[in-house]
């Protein structure tokens, strides 16, 4: 497994695979691996010949008042899993190198980037938008794998990959969760013992949406107000946003359907968890 630092040394790896027609498979991340990123990463194995994981934790999509200084890192625990799950090269870039002096070009989504974490998080969708773009130019990957974890994410790098004709396939994997449910997340970390518990009130709540809807329940209204409520019972949960909207274009509903998505970003303490269900699909 080959550790890269410099843009030109891996865009400089890239070629000689696009040359015999070897596909490269590329999953990018911030590190902290945990076994959402695995499942990622195992997945690109099956599906590429050669396979990039991307470390980067990029300070553009974060917001003044959040966490990049304190974002959790582990190289040597990142490189063990890595390698256990058959990365050939593990892509780790220096803020400096990614955004010179002079830097001044961005990737803007409009609508689909605007709910959500797009409203809480102004300028987070232009950042990441960006910096995956940057990524697909330098790794020139032929499929590339994202978590449904970050939905919107996902969405808008499917918009932007289709909008700007990137030659790249774009693959979502389902959530992986812990035993009890938690979705596996990096920010997890930042959770004390009885934060942990407290944060059990997200799968609570999407269950509870999701009985609702299995048991007919079709208002948005309804629904939105009931998965409130199942937050509201836990003291140290603050909500950011719980929504609904379609599955597809992000858009408000007023009549949910097997397609509606239930978005969730809750602060339990100064941690925010984000979360998600699309109603009509398996957990
Ligand atoms: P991050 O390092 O948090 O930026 O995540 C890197 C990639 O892993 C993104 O595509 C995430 O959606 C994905 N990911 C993070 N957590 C999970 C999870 N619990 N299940 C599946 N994918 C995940």
């Given at each position: 497994?080959?550790?890269?630092?410099?843009?030109?040394?891996?865009?400089?790896?890239?070629?000689?695979?696009?040359?015999?027609?070897r596909r490269i498979a590329f999953v990018p991340t911030m590190g902290f691996l945990h076994e959402g990123h695995a499942s990622l990463l195992r997945e690109g194995r099956k599906r590429g010949d050669v396979l990039v994981l991307s470390i980067f934790v990029n300070p553009i999509q974060f917001g003044q008042n959040e966490d990049l200084d304190r974002y959790p890192r582990n190289m040597e625990g990142d490189c063990k899993i890595a390698e256990a799950c058959g990365?050939?090269?593990?892509?780790?870039?220096?803020?400096?190198?990614?955004?010179?002096?002079?830097?001044?070009?961005?990737v803007t989504v409009r609508d689909i980037a605007l709910p959500l974490c797009g409203a809480s998080r102004p300028g987070h969708f232009d950042g990441v938008a960006t910096v995956v773009a940057k990524l697909f130019n330098i790794v020139r990957p032929d499929?590339?794998?994202f978590g449904c974890k970050d939905y919107q994410q996902l969405a808008v790098i499917r918009r932007m990959a289709a909008d700007l004709n990137m030659p790249v396939e774009i693959?979502?994997?389902?959530?992986?969760?812990?035993?009890?449910?938690?979705?596996?997340?990096?920010?997890?970390a930042?959770?004390?013992?009885?934060?942990?518990?407290?944060a059990l009130c997200l799968v609570r709540a999407i269950k509870r949406a999701r009985e609702l809807f299995a048991g007919g329940e079709r208002s948005i209204a309804v629904l939105t107000r009931e998965t409130r409520a199942v937050i509201e019972q836990e003291p140290s949960a603050t909500i950011d946003y719980v929504e609904m909207r379609d599955g597809?274009?992000?858009?408000?509903?007023?009549?949910?359907?097997?397609?509606?998505?239930?978005?969730?970003?809750?602060?339990?303490g100064q941690t925010r968890l984000i979360d998600n269900t699309v109603l009509g699909e398996e957990l």
């Open positions: 497994m080959k550790i890269i630092n410099s843009i030109m040394h891996m865009q400089a790896l890239a070629i000689a695979p696009e040359r015999e027609g990365v050939d090269i593990v892509f780790v870039p220096t803020a400096a190198e990614m955004y010179p002096q002079g830097f001044q070009t961005g499929v590339a794998f693959v979502g994997m389902p959530i992986v969760r812990e035993a009890d449910g938690l979705a596996m997340s990096s920010r997890n930042y959770l004390s013992p009885s934060e942990r518990q407290s597809v274009l992000l858009q408000d509903q007023e009549v949910a359907d097997s397609d509606t998505l239930l978005a969730l970003a809750v602060k339990i």
